[in-house]
C-alpha cells in the first residue's frame, strides 16, 4: 500500500493568513502529560519547549498537569499557593478526600504553571479504580504492569481533578484538557464516559502497536493494512494499554498526531484518521547563537578531541585535525533508531576510507542509555593519563619559558641545549612510558550488565571495529546520558551535539524526531529517512536537503541493504568534503532553524485547540478555518551556488572535480542568507485575548476537502514521486 500524505497541511503556506479572532478570556486549557516536569522521553522535549508560546496565548488560564516526582520537583519546580481561586478549591477538596496534589511554577522559559499529583499517594485506590474501569469500558489492566498501573492511577486522578474543577465554577465553565499520549489517555475517556463539560484533544506522538511491531523486525510499512491488531497486541501482552489508546483516541473530540506517516500508522492501528497533524518544533532562540554557531562548534570539538585524546592513548597514530565526529543518539532501540544499519554502514564506509587511502579518520559515538555497572576502568584511565601528560607538559613549559626568559634579560641568546636538564628529560620519559598499551581502546566507555548479549556490541563484534590502527573508522558506545557532572566526558548534550560534524539517524521508526532537530537548528548536518516525520517534513519544504546538510535515506522503497549502501555514500561523501565545504554545509543547515520554530508550527496547535472548543462547545465558540491555498506546498529553493544539476549536489565519485571546487569560490554567505529569509515569512504574533470570532462549520470535520478535515488530503502525493 502506497503511503500519502498532504503536501497542504504539513506546509508553512497550508495556514497562509492567521487572522482569526478567538475569545479565551473565559476559557481554562490543561495539557496533562506523563511527562510534565518528569523527563522521560521526546514528549518532554514538546511541552517544555512548547510551554512559552502557550503560555503567550492563555496567560493565567494555562496549567500543566503531571505526576509528583520529589526528585524532579526539587530542581525543577517552585511550588506556591494556587492564584485561581477555583483550582485552589479544587485542590483543596482533593487533598482533603485523600489525595496529594501539588501546585507550582515549573522553572523553564515562559515560568507555566504546574499541578502535581501524587500516584503513589492514592496507590490504595487502585483495585476498585481497576473494577470501575472494568465496569464502565470494558478494560481489564494485569497486576503486574506497573507502567499500566499507574496509568491508571494517573488518568482517574486527573478525570478527578477536572471533575471537580467543573464543579467548583460559579458559571458553566468552557474547560479544554489536551492529552499526550496512552499513559495520560485514561482521564480523557473517564472525562468523555462522565459527560464533563470539558472538551478534549488526544495527540499520539507515536503508537503503542506500531513501536512493538517495528522492534520485532516486521515488514511494517508495506502491511499496515493487513495487521490483526488484537491479535498483534494480544501477542506482546501489551492489549490493555492498546485498548486504553484506542479509546482516547475515538472517545477525544480532536484526534492529532505528530506527522503525517504517524497519521497514516494511527489511521490502520487505530482505526481513526487524525483531525490534524501537529508537527513538533523547539524554541529556535533558546539555540540561536546567530554567526557564533560557528565559533561554538570549534570549542565544543575541542573538548570532544581532548576526550578522544584520553580515550585512544598509546594509540592515538591518526591526525586529530583530520578526524571527524559522527553520532547517534537516542532510546536504546536496536532496530527502530538504525543503529543495527549505521553499523552496517560505518563498516563498509572503514572500507572505503581503507582502499582510498584516505587521510580522515571517522570517530562514532553511539550515546544510548543501557544497564552498566559503572565505568570502565580503561577508559576512566585513559582519561588519567591525558591529563598526566598535560600537566607534565605544562610543567615543564613553565621551567623552559623561565629560564628562557632570564637569559634575554640579560641580552644573550639562550642555549637550547641547556634549558632542559636531566630531570626534565627524566619527567618527560616517564610520562611517555606512561602511554604504552597493550590492548585495544575499549569501544565500550562502560562495563554493562548483559555484554555478551548487548545488540551493538554484538554487532560490533561481527563486524569486526575494534578501534584498530588501520582501522579509519573508530566506535566509542556511551551508555549514558551526557552531563557537565560526568567525570568522562563533561559535556552536556547541547554541547556535545555543536562539536560533532554529522549526527546520523537512519530510524526505521520515528514518528517525529527531536535529535536530528536539534541538529539543525543548531546548524549540524544530519542523516534522517523518509519514515520519519522530520525527514518527510524536511522533504517537502526543502528541494535539494542534501545542499542544505540534510541527508534523507530512503528505507521506506528499498531494502535493508540498498538503504546501507546509500547511506554509506552519504558518510563517505561527507568525509570527501572539505573544511571550507562543510563549514558552507553548516551555515545552511543554521538558516532552517526557522521552519522548526514554534512561532510557526505552534499555529498548529492552536487550530487544535480551537476546533476541539467549538465542538464541544458550539453555542459559545464558533470557528471555520480558512480555505487550502492554490500554493501547492512551501519549498527552500536549492541554494544560490549550487549547481543547477543535481547530480552535480552529491559526488558521484570518491573524488571532487575541478569543478566543484570552482563552485565554491561563488558562494556568497550573506546573499545566500538574504534570499532565503525572502523564502519564509516572518514569526506570526498571537491574538492575545481578542474578541470575536468566525462561524464554525460542522462539515469541516466531516472530511471537507479543507486542510481540517479527518481526511487530511486536499491533494495526495505518493513518497514515491516525493
Not at 165 to 190: K, N, R, S, T
Not at 487 to 515: I, K, N
Amino acid at each position: 500500500m502506497p503511503l500519502t500524505r498532504s503536501v497542504s497541511v504539513t506546509s508553512l503556506s497550508g495556514l497562509d493568513e492567521w487572522d482569526e479572532e478567538f475569545d479565551l478570556e473565559d476559557a481554562v486549557l490543561f495539557e496533562i502529560a506523563w511527562e510534565v516536569a518528569n523527563k522521560v522521553g521526546g514528549i518532554y522535549t514538546v511541552i517544555q519547549t512548547k510551554a512559552r508560546l502557550t503560555s503567550e496565548e492563555w496567560g493565567e488560564n494555562y496549567f500543566l498537569v503531571g505526576p509528583y516526582t520529589e526528585s524532579n520537583v526539587r530542581t525543577q519546580v517552585e511550588l506556591i499557593e494556587p492564584t485561581n481561586g477555583v483550582l485552589r478549591r479544587t485542590i483543596d477538596k482533593m487533598n482533603a478526600s485523600g489525595c496529594k496534589v501539588y501546585f507550582g511554577r515549573w522553572l523553564i522559559e515562559g515560568s507555566p504553571y504546574v499541578v502535581l499529583i501524587d500516584v503513589g499517594f492514592t496507590a490504595w485506590s487502585l483495585d476498585r479504580w481497576k473494577s470501575e474501569l472494568w465496569e464502565s469500558c470494558a478494560i481489564g489492566v494485569p497486576w503486574f504492569d506497573r507502567e499500566a498501573n499507574d496509568a491508571v492511577l494517573f488518568g482517574f486522578l486527573t478525570a478527578w481533578l477536572l471533575g471537580e474543577f467543573a464543579a467548583q465554577c460559579d458559571e458553566p465553565p468552557c474547560i479544554l484538557a489536551h492529552f499526550h499520549e496512552w499513559l495520560a489517555g485514561l482521564g480523557l475517556v473517564l472525562c468523555r464516559n462522565r459527560r464533563l463539560p470539558v472538551a478534549t484533544i488526544f495527540t499520539t506522538h507515536a503508537t503503542l502497536l506500531g513501536r512493538y511491531l517495528c522492534a520485532g523486525n516486521v515488514d511494517f510499512y508495506n502491511n499496515l493494512s493487513q495487521f490483526n491488531v488484537d491479535k498483534e497486541a494480544g501477542d506482546r501482552q501489551i492489549y490493555h494499554r492498546y485498548c486504553i489508546e484506542r479509546a482516547a483516541a475515538h472517545c477525544t473530540h480532536v484526534f492529532t498526531t505528530v506527522s503525517q506517516i504517524t497519521a497514516i500508522e494511527a489511521e490502520h492501528l487505530l482505526k481513526r484518521k487524525p483531525d490534524l497533524v501537529t508537527p513538533n518544533g523547539l524554541n529556535v532562540k533558546k539555540f540561536s547563537a546567530m554567526h557564533e554557531f560557528q565559533n561554538l562548534h570549534a570549542q565544543s570539538k575541542a573538548r570532544i578531541q581532548e576526550f578522544v585524546r584520553g580515550h585512544f592513548y598509546g594509540h592515538l597514530d591518526f591526525n586529530l585535525d583530520k578526524c571527524l565526529f559522527f553520532f547517534i543518539a537516542g532510546r536504546y532501540e536496536f532496530c527502530n533508531k538504525g543503529a543495527d544499519i549505521f553499523l552496517e554502514a560505518l563498516a563498509r564506509l572503514n572500507y572505503l576510507l581503507r582502499v582510498n587511502h584516505s587521510e580522515v579518520t571517522v570517530v562514532a559515538f553511539f550515546i544510548m542509555p543501557a544497564r552498566t555497572n559503572n565505568f570502565n576502568v580503561e577508559t576512566l584511565k585513559g582519561q588519567a593519563v591525558r591529563k598526566q601528560l598535560w600537566d607534565t607538559a605544562h610543567a615543564v613549559k613553565e621551567k623552559f619559558g623561565k629560564k628562557l626568559y632570564e637569559s634575554l634579560l640579560v641580552g644573550q641568546l639562550p642555549d637550547v641545549s641547556k634549558m632542559l636538564d636531566k630531570e626534565d628529560f627524566t619527567m618527560m620519559k616517564r610520562a611517555i612510558f606512561s602511554t604504552q598499551r597493550h590492548s585495544q581502546p575499549p569501544v565500550c566507555t562502560h562495563n554493562m550488565l548483559e555484554d555478551s548479549s548487548d545488540p551493538i556490541l554484538t554487532c560490533i563484534r561481527r563486524i569486526g571495529l575494534f578501534n584498530g590502527s588501520a582501522d579509519r573508522v573508530k566506535v566509542i558506545f556511551h551508555p549514558e546520558f551526557l552531563s557537565s557532572t560526568s567525570p568522562l566526558l563533561p559535556m552536556d548534550y547541547e554541547e556535545f551535539v555543536r562539536g560533532c560534524h554529522l549526527g546520523v539517524f537512519p530510524s526505521y521508526y520515528e514518528p517525529w524526531g527531536y535529535t536530528p532537530a536539534e541538529c539543525t537548528v543548531m546548524g549540524i548536518p544530519s542523516v534522517s529517512t523518509n519514515l520519519s516525520g522530520f525527514g518527510c517534513f524536511m522533504e517537502e519544504h526543502i528541494a535539494d536537503p542534501s545542499a542544505y546538510g540534510i541527508y534523507i535515506l530512503d528505507r521506506r522503497f528499498r531494502s535493508i541493504d540498498e538503504s546501507c549502501h546509500q547511506l554509506t555514500s552519504f558518510l563517505f561523501q561527507f568525509c570527501q568534503q572539505s573544511r571550507r565545504q562543510r563549514i558552507i554545509q553548516r551555515n545552511r543547515t543554521e538558516r532552517l532553524s526557522d521552519l522548526l520554530d514554534w512561532r510557526y508550527l505552534g499555529r498548529y496547535y492552536i487550530s487544535a485547540r480551537h476546533m476541539a472548543l467549538a465542538k464541544a462547545f458550539p453555542d459559545t465558540y464558533c470557528y471555520e478555518p480558512q480555505e487550502p491555498p492554490s500554493t501547492q506546498g512551501f519549498r527552500y529553493p536549492r541554494p544560490a551556488s549550487v549547481p543547477p544539476s543535481p547530480a552535480l549536489s552529491r559526488h558521484s565519485s570518491p573524488h571532487h572535480s575541478e569543478a566543484e571546487d570552482e563552485d565554491d569560490e561563488r558562494y556568497d554567505e550573506d546573499l545566500e542568507a538574504e534570499k532565503d529569509r525572502q523564502n519564509i515569512r516572518q514569526p506570526f504574533s498571537l491574538p492575545l485575548r481578542n474578541k470575536g470570532a468566525l462561524p464554525y462549520s460542522m462539515a469541516a470535520s466531516e472530511g471537507d476537502g479543507s486542510p481540517w478535515s479527518n481526511s487530511l488530503v486536499t491533494e495526495k502525493l505518493t513518497l514515491a514521486e516525493h
